[in-house]
């Protein structure tokens, strides 16, 4: 069987645990060929009190440049933090121009939680996103990011019920199936997987902890899992279970990410 190759266009945070330093280990571990697309590059992510960034936009249009004349060709695309609008129609031309017959494109929106948009984005950003995911195969946002794509006003308590009407809504901005992480029920928390009309809820364990980068770990794990062959709901199982183990597995002193690398060496 021919290997898969995905291309993953998200930023690189040089120190964190997070967007390309997970997607690319994770991925390749479960053999697929995993090509990047950097589109800036942090010394570490926000979530420590300082950085850089390397805006890599400008050099875009030179890498579309190369992989046209060399011929390359993608068999899937996972999205993740992207970080500036401009990126949105760069993604498209990507998919365009890059995509082998059939290729499926996966979306992580990654840019908003806990009802608030993360720092440096704004709803003109929010804007470009929503047009992007028409787009999308497959979404993978969270509730708040849910409630921005969809103007609905942020419930902290959210039922299932709430996070259903949202999965609805999204379903009318774009004809890929949308999952919606962040669902919580019964004292478990995971997913709630819409497509065709139809709902299916993913459950596991609630752990009290959170740790930056698990979104980014999730994503990629749901990808190598469903790009080899799993269903939906089975991939977002093994992306739940991954990482409740990488949180259960990080050193209790290791704020900024989680010790992915002593699961995935399992």
């Known amino acids: 069987m021919k290997t898969k190759r995905i291309l993953t266009m998200q930023d690189l945070s040089c120190v964190g645990q997070c967007s390309l330093t997970v997607a690319l280990p994770i991925l390749s571990r479960y053999g697929i060929e995993t090509c990047v697309l950097p589109t800036a590059v942090l010394s570490n992510h926000t979530m420590f009190k300082g950085w850089s ?149 993913v459950l596991l364990e609630k752990l009290p902890a959170k740790r930056h980068g698990t979104g980014d770990i999730f994503a990629s794990v749901f990808t190598a899992s469903y790009l080899g062959g799993a269903s939906l709901a089975e991939s977002c199982r093994a992306a739940s279970q991954f990482v409740i183990d990488c949180l259960k597995n990080t050193d209790p002193d290791h704020f900024y990410g989680v010790n992915f690398e002593k699961v995935l060496s399992k």
């Open 53 to 201: 960034y390397l805006d890599l936009t400008p050099e875009l249009p030179a890498i579309y440049e190369n992989w046209k004349n060399n011929n390359i060709k993608f068999d899937a695309f996972l999205l993740g933090y992207l970080g500036k609008a401009e990126l949105m129609a760069l993604a498209e031309k990507c998919f365009d121009e890059f995509s082998c017959e059939g290729a499926p494109v996966i979306i992580d929106p990654v840019f908003a939680d806990n009802g608030k948009l993360y720092g440096g984005f704004d709803l003109a950003y929010v804007a470009e996103m929503r047009k992007l995911i028409k787009r999308a195969d497959i979404i993978l946002p969270n509730v708040t990011e849910a409630c921005f794509l969809t103007d609905t006003e942020y419930k902290e308590d959210h039922d299932e019920e709430f996070v259903k009407l949202l999965a609805e809504k999204l379903a009318a901005l774009t004809n890929g199936t949308v999952i919606i992480t962040g669902l919580e029920k019964d004292g478990k928390i995971g997913e709630l997987i819409y497509r065709g009309g139809k709902s299916e809820n």
